[in-house]
């Protein structure tokens, strides 16, 4: 991965139906500044899956200046719309989103192979059905692609649901069978990218980083203005920023650092904190 960098834009919970339009302006401005390699779109990007939303989604997508690779999130199936979450669920994903919410989606560019799986579910166990999981079909999916991967491609697994949570979060949950996903995906994967808690942080668990995207454009806040990230990948060093709007435009903030041990080991690099603005 030498030479050019590689600059990942990971955005998530767009809750068109719930969105500023303000801030989808500003976002697509600081895309299209920034020209990423490719842009992961971490799910949620309806508030309740309604046909306006997912065509508004669907023309934010076609603005985008980069590769997109969007996976769904559980604001993307039919809310308390019983008969068409459990018959129908994924009707309208399919007809604005255009992809198969059943399969893997890949997107290579520039030294990159990223793997996108819907860990939304139209029912849980759980009685909280906003919770997700990750199945062995999909992992062997997600493996699957990293075999055609050349060997120094950074390699990226895009979800809705976390794979890490911070004290702000516990109560939200880990994406089901998230230990199970974790050990398969040990010494394969380098990036896990998710949203869902709609939070921005970053850190590596068992040798991965994992970065969480806050909400892109939406009024639905917890607590931290509207975000996304830039994940740049320069050989063996790795940055992590997130860009927080400050009521004009997207400025850079904060900034953690991770560097790789070996061939798909990281571990954090030099302390993060205030970035330089952008």
Not at 77 to 98: A, D, E, M
Not at 123 to 149: C, M
Request: net charge positive.
């Amino acid at each position: 991965m030498a030479g050019q960098p590689i600059r990942i834009a990971q955005l998530s919970d767009l809750h068109f139906g719930r969105h500023l339009p303000s801030v989808a302006d500003a976002l697509l401005d600081s895309l299209r500044e920034l020209g990423p390699t490719m842009i992961a779109v971490c799910g949620d990007l309806t508030q309740r899956a309604r046909e306006g939303e997912f065509r508004a989604a669907r023309a934010f997508l076609d603005g985008l200046p980069s590769p997109a690779l969007v996976v769904p999130g559980n604001h993307d199936l039919p809310g308390w719309r019983i008969w068409s979450r459990f018959t129908r669920p994924w009707r309208r994903w399919r007809r604005h989103i255009g992809t198969d919410p059943h399969a893997a989606v890949t997107c290579t560019a520039d030294g990159v192979l990223a793997v996108g799986i819907n860990t939304a579910r139209k029912w849980g166990l759980h009685p909280d059905w906003s919770r997700g999981r990750v199945n062995a079909r999909q992992l062997a999916g997600i493996l699957a692609e990293f075999d055609r991967a050349g060997p120094a491609d950074l390699r990226v697994v895009i979800a809705h649901h976390p794979f890490l949570l911070t004290p702000a979060g516990l109560r939200r949950g880990l994406v089901g069978r998230s230990a199970l996903a974790l050990r398969r995906l040990h010494r394969r994967a380098d990036l896990l990218l998710g949203g869902h808690i709609h939070l921005a942080y970053s850190d590596v668990v068992d040798g991965m980083v994992v970065a969480q995207s806050g909400t892109a454009i939406s009024d639905r806040l917890k607590g931290e203005p509207n975000s996304y990230n830039v994940i740049e990948v320069i050989g063996d060093d790795l940055t992590v920023e997130t860009r927080h709007f400050d009521g004009t435009t997207f400025t850079a903030m904060i900034r953690h650092h991770y560097r790789r041990r070996d061939r798909h080991d990281w571990q954090v690099g030099d302390p993060g904190g205030p970035a330089t603005p952008a």
